[in-house]
Nanobody
Framework: VQLQASGGGLVQAGGSLRLSCAFS????????MGWFRQAPGKERERVAD????????YYADSVKDRFTMSRDRTKSTVYLQMNSLKPEDTAIYYC???????????????WGQGTLVTVSS
């Protein structure tokens, strides 16, 4: 399994970005998928994840109502639409896959390579 994240970049506060994560392998539907981020000097934190079975997305309080995670099973790809971006959203964003119903950092089996999101004020 390989995860390829893309879509990061530099954006002004209030702007939007869409991250993508392509899952390479035959078993996409057996994994829960999630997005994490790590800002300089801080620990990696979960941003959002999608329940493997129901497809329901769950969000960290800090991004709720601004970020939307979705998946396209036909493309084995997950997305993170980020709106109303703030400078504190600046971080390296990682997609992750877990052999579980939900994703938590201790359950992650595979990590993507990370994509940098920089939000200027």
């Amino acid at each position: 399994v390989q995860l390829q994240a893309s879509g990061g970049g530099l954006v002004q506060a209030g702007g939007s970005l869409r991250l993508s994560c392509a899952f390479s392998g035959p078993t996409f539907n057996t994994y829960a998928m999630g997005w994490f981020r790590q800002a300089p000097g801080k620990e990696r934190e979960r941003v959002a994840d999608i329940d493997r079975n129901s497809g329901k997305a769950y969000y960290a309080d800090s991004v709720k109502d601004r970020f939307t995670m979705s998946r396209d099973r036909t493309k084995s790809t997950v997305y993170l639409q980020m709106n109303s971006l703030k400078p504190e959203d600046t971080a390296i964003y990682y997609c992750a896959a877990a052999l579980a119903y939900r994703v938590s950092i201790d359950r992650v089996r595979y990590w993507g390579q990370g994509t940098l999101v920089t939000v200027s004020s």
